[in-house]
């Protein structure tokens, strides 16, 4: 993947709104949390406090990759 591609703004993949979806590792207070969004080729993360800020994204393989080490917490 070239960096044109990978830096490919999200919107150009034409996410539906509820696409955005809260993380299961958010807190249940509403303080800490994040949402995720997936297209194609695209994950996105976004804070659920300051969306007027954007959203960082990630190529898909690279965001599966993050998961795994997440979950194994080889973080």
Sequence with gaps: MTNAESSRPLQDAV??????????????TGGSCVEV??????SAVRDTRHRHLGYLEFPIAEWAAFLTAARREAL
């Design 15 to 28: 996410l539906p709104p509820t696409s955005w979806r809260k993380s299961s590792y958010s807190g249940g």
């Design 37 to 42: 969004a997936t297209a194609p080729d695209v």
